[in-house]
């Protein structure tokens, strides 16, 4: 469905994400992860079409990224910045319907369908009684909870995390975990996350990626990555693993 | 949405005949209609075209100043954030300073080219790689806006004294002399800015959560960007060139819209235009008639008409 062949990209000469390569098919839940400054973010933005790869191409649904019409790329792809923030108070429901923006014409106004849609994604993401309050009224996990329904209010079938369970307690990282993996087997989208909690994404997910210095260091399933000499070597994490969980070894 | 049209209309129809109706001469509609030939002079020759003047003017800089806060995503953005009115500013200082205020029109010719020409240095200025940084788009327009301060007062230095007086009403703003040509070729600015916003309204408020993410959905950043920013500058700039600086209306009316109605910028932008248009009618007819034998400032009587509703309403908000 998708395929990311040897990609680079720069920022103003410092390169962040260097040729990455790697297939992705329907029905996963894929984690990338690595350390801060590893390319995760810039690797998902040139997936989304927010960035252009300055070598290599990336193939959706066998047309490559330059050949989609933009809006086109928009139903079928969504995308969440990490931390999205509106300027001005919101409330939650012209957020989530905001994410129809893609199946709009220039003149057109939201629908009763489409409010539809953004009642139904609230109702997937259980968040259908925040609807009418603001955003800026809502815990860290509320307001996630709200922005994924955003995401999934246009029926994307590939959905693009950036470190959607940063700032969230242990607690609601299980829920927001169990959710994607959840949506993930029930409509069939993928979901392609970044996150730093190896034993989260470990416990929820198919495949995970790992990124070092812009490098797909390592693309395997969670049983190869959890082990202590593989964190050791690509996280300069010193763990031990107890029952599959990696932890600190002090 | 509609009932919001349709008050701040019939808001603004009343701004207007009241603005008619106040002056120092007594007249009334009934007499112009009348034939009377002296109120039909102060109704039509003077005070419409003037009431008109101030309801364009106060939509073109509400307008501008709602679509600079939602690109930038800054609610202290107005619509002379880009360096437009420091450029104005300029080309009439210098124009003053070299006599040229002596011939009739030729100083709102140079405010307007130097309001352009301040904007699109601004935008070089800001200009990255990806796309506009509005950060930089701030910090350009304001660090430019004090270097024209500086060569204003170096101007005014050197202005011939007779010319000053002038000059320093211009800076302050006013609408006094309006004229009909002044309405029909500002009429032209604000059709045309608001007809090109309208196109792209469905593009500017996907900005609210930023570029990036407006991209996502779909969005051409840098087009929406570059095509609102122009629009919103030409029509400012056309403003300021007409009427001098005129502060407060366009960052002061999109908040009380927002604060009253909360919506998108589909709808902020008409009903910004519109609030932007009754708030400036109603100033400039107090700037008349609050004190008998002079006029005020039409820029301080919109701050004084609109700060207190604004704070009054920013207490009972969230």
Known sequence: MLEVRGVSFAYDGTEAVRACTASFAATRLVAITGPN???????LKLIA???????????????????????????????????????????????????RAPFLGRFQWESAADYEEAERALALCDAAAFADRYLDEMSGGERKRVFLARVLAGHP??????????????????????????????????????????????????????????????????????????????????ARSVEGWLVPRV | MAGA??????????????????????????????????????????????????ALIGAALAAAGVTFQTLLRNPLADPFILG???????????????????????????????????????????????????????????VLNALFSAVILIAFALAPESDLTAAVRWMMGTLFGATWGDVALLAVFVAV??????TIANDVRMFAFGADDAKSRGVDVERVQRIGFAVSSIVTGAAVAVSGII??????????????????????????????AALLVLA???????????????????????????????????
């Open chain 2, 247 to 276: 502060g407060f209306v366009g960052l002061l009316v999109p908040h009380l819209i927002r604060l009253i109605w909360r919506r998108d910028f589909r709808v902020l932008l008409p009903l910004s235009a519109l609030g932007g």
């Open chain 2, 84 to 142: 437009v009115s420091g450029g104005a500013a300029c080309g009439a200082a210098i124009s003053t300073a070299l006599g040229w205020a002596r011939i009739p029109g030729l100083v709102p010719i140079v405010a307007f080219g130097g309001a352009i020409a301040a904007t699109a240095a601004v935008f070089v200025l800001a200009q990255r790689r990806e796309y506009t940084d509005p950060t930089r788009l701030l910090l350009s327009g304001l």
């Open chain 2, 193 to 198: 800015a608001m007809i090109v916003l309208m």
């Open chain 1, 37 to 43: 400054g590893s390319g995760k973010s810039t690797l």
């Open chain 1, 157 to 238: 079938k590939l959905i693009l995390l950036d470190e959607p369970l940063t700032a969230l307690d242990l607690s609601h990282v299980q829920q927001f975990s169990a959710l994607l993996r959840d949506i993930v087997d029930r409509t069939g989208m993928t979901v392609l996350y970044a996150t730093h909690d190896l034993n989260f994404a470990a416990a929820y997910c198919d495949r995970m990626l790992v990124m070092r210095e812009g490098s797909l260091a390592l693309d395997a399933p969670p049983s190869e990555v959890m082990r202590p000499e593989v964190v050791r070597e690509l996280f300069g994490f010193e």
């Open chain 2, 5 to 54: 049209m349709a008050l701040l209309t019939v808001i603004l129809l009343i701004a207007l005949l009241m603005a008619t109706a106040l002056g120092s001469v007594a007249v009334s509609w009934r007499a112009a209609l009348g034939g009377d030939a002296t109120a039909r002079a102060v109704l039509f020759d003077i005070r419409l075209p003037r009431a008109l003047l101030a």
């Open chain 1, 49 to 99: 079409r927010v960035l252009t790869p300055r070598t290599g191409e990336i193939v959706f649904e066998g047309r490559a990224l330059s050949e989609w019409q933009a809006k086109e790329y928009a139903r079928r792809v969504g995308y969440l910045p990490q931390d999205p923030d509106p300027a001005f108070p919101m409330r939650a429901i012209d957020v989530v319907v905001s994410g």
């Open chain 2, 284 to 318: 400039d007819a107090a700037s008349r008639v609050a004190l008998p034998s002079s006029e005020l400032p039409v820029g301080a009587f919109t701050a004084i008409l609109g700060v207190p509703f604004f704070l009054s309403l920013l207490r009972r908000s969230r």
